[in-house]
């Protein structure tokens, strides 16, 4: 199971910082990702972070978050982050984190459809 919390209501510039604690099993060989979806919207790619042994840590951003928001994992916590800086009302979503089997970033790895585990979503509303 994924579990995030971290949202909240923040003035535009603010900023926030989503957590996602995976229990049951270990993901530690699983790429993270964080998507959102707003009201009226389809679910997009915000994030997404793979580790492997030989490569260390693989990061990917959508481009309206690059240069705002980080993205990092936890192994030994089974916890995914996601750093959110100078928000933006259009930022304003519910955010999802998910997992998906393998250790080598694809860019696949954008795609809802690559991910097997979905958490519950978290609020973030951002204010102008």
């Known amino acids: 199971q994924l579990q995030a919390s971290g949202g909240g209501l923040v003035q535009a510039g603010g900023s926030l910082r989503l957590s996602c604690a995976a229990s049951?099993?270990?993901?530690?060989?699983?790429?993270m990702g964080w998507f959102r979806q707003a009201p009226g919207k389809e679910r997009e790619f915000v994030a997404a972070?793979?580790?492997?042994?030989?490569?260390?840590?693989?990061?990917d951003y959508a481009d309206p978050v690059k240069g705002r928001f980080t993205i990092s994992k936890d192994n030994a916590k089974n916890t995914v982050y996601l750093q959110m800086n100078s928000l933006k009302p259009e930022d304003t979503a519910v955010y999802y984190c998910?997992?998906?089997?393998?250790?080598?970033?694809?860019?696949?790895?954008?795609?809802?459809?690559?991910?097997?585990?979905w958490g519950q979503g978290t609020l973030v509303t951002v204010s102008s």
């Open positions: 049951g099993r270990s993901f530690s060989n699983y790429a």
């Open positions: 998910a997992a998906a089997p393998g250790s080598y970033y694809s860019s696949n790895f954008k795609l809802p459809g690559r991910y097997n585990y």
């Open positions: 972070i793979s580790w492997s042994m030989w490569n260390g840590a693989t990061s």
